[in-house]
């Protein structure tokens, strides 16, 4: 009688054992879900619609000191993500990627799913300072964690594509209303750096629209 309990215990607990491991490898295949919010954390920059994309070690939004890709510089000067997702989407280094339904206002937090697995498991974020010639933030290859939360500081870069002239005619977002439809390329530094920040020379008040950085934070936090 004993020896039969024992079996039937065993057997129950081999089961469980099957089970979860089954379980584990289905999740590991389908890939877990992942939180990611975007909180700003300037006092007077709007971002435009940030994109999070989900992708192994090898990709890399931009390269500091080079000059900003083709799909990059339309989100930095005028917040365009269908440059950057049309071309995340064709990439074997890029598991998932979304797009915010909105822009994210000072003190504001936007949070975005994605879908991770495996190798596929860094993180990178980025939006425009719509309040800018071409500034925007970024996080590049933030690795995950499937067991608990990972937090990040973004910085404000420059895409160097567009001189900094703080002229309204070139801007799209506040305290501007129609700009954004041209761009000063001369003067503009041609690879991408640490921006500098608004420094009052024309149509943006410092007082307003400049910022010190980190300007987000980044928290992910796994779902399912």
């Given at each position: 009688m004993k020896r039969r309990i024992i079996i039937v215990v065993s057997t129950f607990f081999l089961a469980l054992v099957l089970?979860?491991?089954?379980?584990f490898a289905d999740s590991y295949r389908r890939g877990r879900?992942?939180?990611v919010t975007i909180t700003n954390i300037t006092r007077g920059q709007v971002f435009s619609p940030p994109v999070v994309i989900s992708h192994k070690w090898g990709f890399r939004l931009f390269e500091l000191g080079a000059p900003a890709a083709y799909w990059l510089y339309p989100l930095a000067e005028d917040g365009l993500t269908d440059p950057l997702t049309g071309f995340v989407s064709g990439?074997?280094?890029v598991r998932d990627y979304s797009v915010a339904a909105?822009?994210?206002l000072p003190g504001g937090s936007v949070t975005?799913?994605?879908v991770a697995r495996g190798h596929y498991k860094y993180i990178s974020v980025a939006g425009m300072l719509i309040s800018s010639n071409d500034a925007f933030f970024a996080v590049r290859n933030k690795k995950i964690s499937r067991w608990g939360k990972v937090t990040a500081h973004a910085m404000a870069y420059d895409a160097g594509s567009e001189a900094n002239n703080e002229d309204c005619a070139f801007i799209p977002g506040p305290p501007c209303k129609n700009g954004g439809d041209s761009r000063p390329e001369e003067s503009a530094e041609g690879y991408v750096h640490i921006h500098a920040g608004i420094q009052g020379i024309a149509d943006l008040p410092p007082e307003d629209h400049d910022w010190r950085n980190p300007v987000a934070i980044l928290t992910i936090r796994?779902?399912?």
């Open positions: 089970t979860a491991q089954f379980a879900t992942y939180e990439l074997s280094s909105g822009p994210v975005l799913t994605v796994p779902v399912r």
